[in-house]
């Protein structure tokens, strides 16, 4: 791993695959791609049913499928990737501190930075479902995980609080393993999943939907055993008198997505409290400068295919930015303290200056010396030009100047030294 | 038979067109309410033949994960998804196993192939 990256890429979901793969087809020379889990994917990697890619592949596959076609384009491309490995802090100056047992603490230096840290669940908290806190509670994309990748069923008699995609989705699921889904409730008086979902996942198995309802409380001493459900006003208050008992052994939530900012609020990146997600302009740059979002970080979306097309505008412009900063600095020379120098004022010089006029340096010597003495300014051992005093101390400002006449040799060096020593 | 309109919602693609099939018996003689040339076709076929794509998972021995996502290679008669689903339960690969990879050749005798929906090497 390096020191210092063209574009770093945090979370390998759909939006930083996208960002990572787009980033280095456009020209960046370094990409990384860091991920807490062990393989790349993120989420796609749970979310077995098709769907995926109508839009964007004209194809309708697998998340499965569907990520494992740009992890292929990321190795062909040259992505480098850090596994298994958590982000502890990014800066505004784009450092970013991560951990892993592959690459212990590691400090990286991006150029540009995608954020692509996605989405996390709602849960029960969140949403204040009343009544006893027995096991059995569960965030629709837990319980997905348990069942696709992991292999465990969480229970046998579900209802579902939610009528979103993973809601939904969950529903066929379970039914498919065998599990037998009582209901599923919906506060809003309209579904917030697709239709499509509403037809193949809970229509085809004839899984009940109740609209305006939701859960009143949850019963249960260790396991759930049943869960209230009451019809609401268009308030969300529950009516008294429409309380059912729906015995179930396992309640699922799916009940939105919170943009996952913790990291992007530590770089000083603003966040629009109506998505929760960063302000962006249309390349997907944050306010802070060379920090780019994409995906459910930004905002919720419910096509994965959308997702990618913003982690392709992120990465980008990412790697339109660290090229554009690349060569910026290959304008500059950085001007060195050397030998009996404290400070040399200013710190840059822009290459082309030199076309125009002399350009003066400034500085401070660390020691007197009495005595006649050299400003020397240097190319390594090359001298480029010097200039001879009666002495040099630290209560005098010692200047030199660069003339116009060593444009040719300032071209071709990234940095110089002054130094100031005895004749 | 008398002719009568259905509603048929398309999930061809996300976007859930509503259709109104006007038909006698199995025989369609109108569809409307579709936006592309799919909602005619889907709303033959969910009348004549109606057909899922299937997805689940098989188990995978030494693999990174316990299980393999899998899916149909093309839309299955639904009558026939619950008896997939229990055939799945039997089958048990070995990792590693490569994306596309079939794993139940011509399932059920409905000429479609089961395939693997991802990589899954050796743990």
Known sequence: MKAKYDVVVIGSGPAGLAAAVEAKKTGAEDVLLIERATELGGILQQCIHNGFGVEILKKDLPGPA?????????????????????????????????????????????????????????????????????????????????????????????????????????????????????????????????????????????????????????????????????????????????????????????????????????AGVLLDPVTNGPFVDEGMQTNVPGIFAAGNVVHIYDLVDWVTEAGFVAGRSAAKYAIAERQWMARQVKLRAGENVRYVVPHVLEKESLAQADQKLQMRVIKPIEGNVWVQVMDGENLIVRKGQRYARPGEMVTVEIPQKAYAAVQKVDQLSVRVVAR | MAEETTKIICITCPMGCTLEVTHEGKTISKVEGHTCKKGPEYAEAELTDPRRMVTSTVKVKGGVHPLLPVFTAAPIPKPLIFDLVKLLRQVELEAPVKVGQVVVHNVLDTGVDILASRDLLPS
């Not at chain 1, 784009?94 to 849960?123: C, N, P």
Request: one cysteine or more; glycine letters at 8%.
């Open chain 1, 66 to 266: 569907y990520a494992q076609r740009f992890i292929d384009e990321a190795a062909q491309a040259g992505v480098e990737l850090l596994l298994d490995a958590m982000v502890l802090d990014v800066t505004p100056a784009k450092h970013v501190y991560a951990i892993s047992q592959w690459s212990g603490f590691a400090e990286i230096d991006a150029r540009a930075l995608v954020l692509a840290m996605g989405a996390r669940e709602r849960t029960r908290a969140q949403i204040r479902v009343p009544g006893a806190r027995p096991a059995g509670v569960y965030t629709a994309g837990m319980a997905q995980r348990f069942v696709n990748i992991e292999g465990y069923m969480p229970g046998n008699r579900f209802v579902i609080l939610g009528s979103g995609d993973i809601g939904m989705i969950m529903a066929r699921r379970l039914t498919l393993e065998g599990a037998k889904v009582e209901r599923v409730l919906e506060i809003m008086p309209f579904l917030t999943g697709l239709t499509r979902n509403y037809v193949q996942c809970l229509l085809d198995y004839d899984i009940p939907l109740q609209l305006s309802h939701t859960v009143n409380r949850i019963i249960g001493r260790s396991r759930v055993e049943a869960i209230e459900a009451v019809r609401v006003d268009e308030k969300w208050q529950p009516l008294a008198g429409t309380e059912e008992i729906i015995p179930c052994d396992t309640l699922l939530l799916s009940v939105g997505l919170i943009p996952e900012n913790e990291l992007s609020k530590k």
